[in-house]
């Protein structure tokens, strides 16, 4: 009897420390995923906030008399060319819907701020970045909330949401006013090119991440601006209790030197989601609703296989996400005439 006791104890002893070790790596592997669904998440609400902004923008453009010229489901612009006068009493929108100026802008800001980062010690530059995402931020906030409120309500909103930013930058305050950042210049700009100048556009920048994450030029300059806390990213944690820290804290301001299975925290690049969601604006202008559903669709899709491929063949290392997401979209984007 003695020994079935002792024997049943031991077995009850080996149980238990089973189901501690399975728990233990339950509760990493959760962990180690959690950044996965939250950048899933983002994505999500970001596209189904693009679509409410975007179904906005018309209305408002023929309500303060701003005319923006048809948006056309074909061609690519290379390059500004002279645009019909608007109707009387129309103001017309800037001109900013040729492949050209917007690649000159993008890789002519690219390499500035690569100059500048290289040159200029990040303490010295701390205070003018801040002030700078402080600024985009409010731009972005004020942008989205403009078709939706008074002119008088939506600036002082987000006056207060840039100063906020400025002195408590939390790390859920940070991805949400990314969010509006990153949806604001979607909807803008998907309003003034074509879907496939677009899409040129996001091939490019595709190629371009892909060789600057490869060549090392993107991890450096994250870990610059990360120090600086004006990071263009979404900052997802592993833990939701890490939601409400700052972003002052070494485990943000580090987070390029640490190892990917140690990080408290992950990134999303803002490029990744802002340029999505400048197609996809772009696409529901030249082809309704069901276009640009199925265009942020295969995004989705493309995102879900860049982490795919992070976590199975780099281990955690540095992914560029815009050639996954610009591949799927592609597809998506030759689908779309025919729906």
Not at 196 to 209: E, N
Not at 278 to 290: C, D, I, R
Request: net charge positive.
């Amino acid at each position: 009897m003695i020994a079935r006791l002792t024997a049943r104890r031991a077995t009850n002893c080996r149980t238990s420390l089973v189901r501690s070790r399975i728990s233990r790596v339950s509760a990493k592997t959760r962990a180690r995923l959690a950044p996965v669904y939250w950048g899933i998440l983002i994505f999500v609400i970001a596209q189904a906030l693009t679509f409410l902004t975007v179904t906005r923008e018309q209305p408002f453009l023929d309500r303060t008399h701003i005319y923006v010229p048809p948006q056309s489901a074909g061609g690519i612009s290379l390059w500004p060319t002279p645009t019909p006068p608007p109707p009387a009493g129309e103001t017309p929108a800037p001109p900013a819907g040729s492949l050209g100026p917007l690649l000159i802008f993008i890789f002519g800001f690219a390499i500035v701020l690569g100059i500048i980062l290289f040159t200029v010690p990040i303490r010295t530059l701390r205070v003018f970045l801040r002030v700078i995402f402080a600024l985009l931020f409010t731009w972005g906030v004020f942008i989205v909330l403009i078709f939706w409120l008074p002119l008088w309500v939506v600036v002082g909103i987000s006056a207060a949401v840039g100063v906020t930013w400025f002195f408590v930058p939390r790390v859920w305050f940070h991805n949400l006013v990314m969010v509006l950042a990153m949806v604001s210049v979607g909807a803008v700009f998907g309003r003034l090119i074509t879907p496939w100048t677009a899409m040129v556009l996001v091939g490019i920048l595709a190629i371009y991440d892909f060789l600057a994450v490869r060549f090392g030029y993107m991890v450096w300059m994250t870990k610059k601006l990360s120090q600086s806390i004006a990071l263009p990213a979404f900052v997802i944690p592993r833990r939701r209790a890490e939601w409400t820290a700052s972003l002052r804290q070494s485990a943000v301001t580090d987070i390029v030197d640490q190892d990917p299975l140690d990080r408290q925290y992950s990134i999303l690049g803002g490029g990744d989601v802002g340029f999505s969601l400048l197609l996809t604006a772009s696409v529901y202008f030249a082809y309704g609703p069901a276009g640009a559903a199925l265009v942020g669709g295969f995004a989705l899709g493309g995102l879900v296989l860049a982490y795919w491929i992070q976590a199975v063949f780099l281990k955690g290392k540095a992914m560029p996400a815009l050639p996954p997401i610009a591949v799927m979209s592609l597809m998506a984007l030759l689908i779309v005439p025919f729906i």
